[in-house]
């Protein structure tokens, strides 16, 4: 899914707000902008967004050396989420079909998510229980999901925010956790998470990590490992988390299914589903 103009105030946004979170001193600050500025007027376009958010990433850093500048927020993120967890597993503990809930739960932690949001609040957080349980679900039936996890013999899930990984966990805790390998970020990317982020959310208490030895905030294969790219290429299954994943892998023919809530008018019409939709998608025709 390549950027179109409307991404443009959008990552004009992520600018200053990582320029602001990575320095105090204003003049730096607007230094930054100029530099991220300057860069988004020639880069190329036919490129996804998290791409071009890629080179605003390594701008910043250049310029401040500031390697997680995202790194206290993210910490309180999954501090929030661990504290949910108790109500989570009554949650899990009540529902007719513990896989469904647990798929709802992770697909709509995806709201702490800073490239597509100014800001999260631990009252986004808190709300977010509610909203797992209420809001419809579009998209591919979960019992298809199901039954590709059943036949496949390994499953790849694409993790996406710090946070949202605590989320992740208790869907996670419904699958077959010796067939799982769970894969991060490489390098820190806006608030995504990085190995250290999956390990305080728990993550590997359920699945084998690794990372995928790149710091854009999705998963461009070109810019991966290539330990990732054989994985990625050899498993069964993969389950990508958040729209970052969504519109740098929506173009992919392999056996994927998108697990994401649409933040943006460009992704809703891209996928087909409004503002704020809990999706599960399997493209058609794979």
């Known amino acids: ?64 050396g500031i390697e997680d500048p995202y790194r206290k927020v993210k910490s309180l993120h999954t501090a929030a ?54 809001l419809p679900l579009y998209g591919t039936d979960p019992e298809e999901l199901k039954t590709e996890i059943d036949r496949a013999d390994s499953v790849l899930y694409l993790a996406d925010n710090a946070g949202e990984t605590v989320f992740d966990r208790k869907f996670l805790e419904q699958l077959p956790g010796e067939k799982i390998t769970v894969a991060v970020r490489g390098a820190p990317a806006i608030n995504d998470a990085t190995l250290d ?35 990625f290429e050899n498993t069964d299954l993969i389950i990508a988390k958040g729209q970052g994943n969504y519109e740098s892998l929506s173009s992919s023919d392999a056996n994927i299914y998108f697990l994401f809530r649409v933040k943006c008018d460009l992704v809703a019409e891209h996928s087909g589903f409004p503002v704020g939709s809990l999706v599960l998608l399997k493209p058609s025709g794979r």
């Open 1 to 64: 899914m390549n950027a179109e103009l409307e991404c443009l105030p959008c990552l004009v946004r992520q600018a200053r707000e990582a320029a602001i979170i990575s320095t105090d001193d204003p003049s730096m600050q607007k230094n930054i902008m100029r530099r991220c500025l300057a860069y988004m007027s020639r880069t190329n376009l036919d490129r996804s967004p998290p791409e071009i958010a890629q080179g605003i990433g390594r701008i910043i850093k250049s310029m401040t």
């Open 197 to 231: 982020d999956a390990r305080a959310a728990g993550l590997d208490r359920v699945a084998r990590l690794i990372d995928n030895g790149s710091g854009t905030p999705a998963t461009v294969l070109s810019d991966c490992s290539e330990e990732f790219r054989q994985i």
């Open 81 to 134: 989420a661990l504290e949910m967890l108790p109500e989570m597993d009554r949650i899990l503990a009540a529902s007719a079909d513990p896989f469904v809930a647990g798929l709802r739960l992770a697909i709509a932690g995806n709201i702490i998510d800073l490239g597509a949001r100014g800001k999260v609040s631990d009252e986004d957080i808190s709300g977010i229980l509610n909203e797992a349980m209420h």
